[in-house]
């Protein structure tokens, strides 16, 4: 039965990820189909609309939509079949697609998409494809140009699509699209027929069909000098702060520790009671129960698994070359994220259970609903622009449906599995050190020393390792590169995780010996402050990288890179954390404690 279980869960997996609509190999004359997806202004790529929502109209064929992946639905693609007759190696010479007489209202939209430099998006056998409704007259005087009112503003619309396909055996390799037969709108022209024609070309390739995705990825960029730069930047970045961390371990401890055993083998009237000072001060509060334990303790269970999560999918993608197809990669991440919830239970149980806390089902729901209810609450409210502005971006009611099937039916029993796990495996108290029952008070410090200006400067180094990776995955996802250097991502992630874990280590060593026994959330914040910087640069980005307007784009931008913030928050928070635990429980298991 429990292999039965998972034989299932599989099949479900790989239909949803690996699926597609043929296996891209044709035959003389065999038919090929070619999906119109969506169109929207050139500078806000997130804001889509439906392509067949301007007045154009399909071919002869009969108009279907493509039966969408979880993926796909997400991201808004709204694929249906053109109906323009393509059929394998046959060359076409200005044939006709359709015939359509708009009137003044379908002039004044055609008109408002070309002045808003709208383009469309297609895909022939899987491969993007992508083109420009129309184009503004050739601004040879400028200033006439300026002085003209925009009603009167010359604008064409292309009528001619010209496809150029290279081949190589049965498969199809590249698609080249070119427009011609540019047709004027005039403002308030009362009806205007209009005949949209399309030509096909032939020309046999020598690529192989496994390197036919490599045309569309723009190596100078993703590759080019500043890239490899901002990598060894980041490698000596690590070793610097794993050398300052060696020091502490290995010198600074060591020499406290010699101090206290020197301390200990002295007599009361002996021992200079002026010369009492460190960390070892606090140990009967050091192990205290952190305030607010319960939202720790959700944030812990989360952190762990999107790091897991981050970890998995960027190899996922790297061994599968998952980003060749239509939105696989987010439906793989939905998917292992649902599979991935035994962990944030487990880890949240674990560290509730370390600390004595009693109230298992409000964490278990905390735990579980923490980051699922953050993408609810931002994605519901992006979603509702969507549908006032009936962009393709908006969610059906089905996907809605599904998503939360997903997470009711898996996401939430798998997590509470895990709390039951965590929390009957090895949850006994084992602190190293007593915990007093009285707080000891904590001594003045300068203002440098505070714990919230540690978990402020704490961020910048976590944040300075990424900022340069952070400007390339900016551009892919806000503009139209596809990112496919998962392999500088793997680096960089390893690297963010090795830099948090040393300056939460660094931050709580010097908290502790200030005597303040608050590295809980000292530790937490210390590297999950990096997220606000992250932030702060999705900022200066906006206003100095893009060119994006509009409510919505401005809305999704800023939304969507709030739940990017929250997710590092989550888990550079965890993993500073966690190597803070390790750092703590060493030190106090190696001294002398009255």
Sequence with gaps: MKGLFFFFTFTILISFVFGDEH???YNSGEEVVAWMNTVGPLNNRQETYPYYQLPFCPGPSSVKHHHETLGEALQGMDLINSGIPIHYLQPITDAVICKKTLDTKDIDVLRYAIDNDYWYTMFIDNLPVSGIVGANAEEEEDQQQSQRDPHFKPLYVYTHKEFTIGYNGNNIIYIELKHA???ELRHNQPSLELSFTYSVEWIKSEILFDDRFDRLLETEFFEHKVHWLSIFSSFMMVLFLTGIVSVILLRTVKRDFTRYDREEGLSDFDRDLGDEYGWKQVHGDVFRQPPRLMVMSALMGTGSQLVLLSGVVILYTILGDLYAERATILTATIFLYALTSFVAGYSSARYYARYGGKDWIKTVIMTASLWPGAVSFIGGFINAL??????????SFYTLLSIVALWLFLCFPLTLLGSIVGRNWKNQLDFPCRVNPIPRPIPEKVWYAEPLMIAAMGGILPFGSIFIEMYFIFTSFWTYKIYYVYGFMLLV????????ACVSIVSTYFLLNSEDHRWHWVSFMTCASASGYI??????????????TGMFQTSFYFGYTALLALGMFCMLGFIGHTAASQFVRKIYQNVKID
């Design 23 to 25: 296996n891209h190999i």
């Design 181 to 183: 037969n540019p047709i």
């Design 386 to 395: 969507a549908i006032y502005y009936s962009s393709s971006r908006a969610v």
């Design 493 to 500: 992630f390893i690297i963010l995780l090795i830099v948090s």
């Design 535 to 548: 932030y702060l640069y999705s900022i200066y980005y906006y206003v100095v990288k893009t060119k994006m």
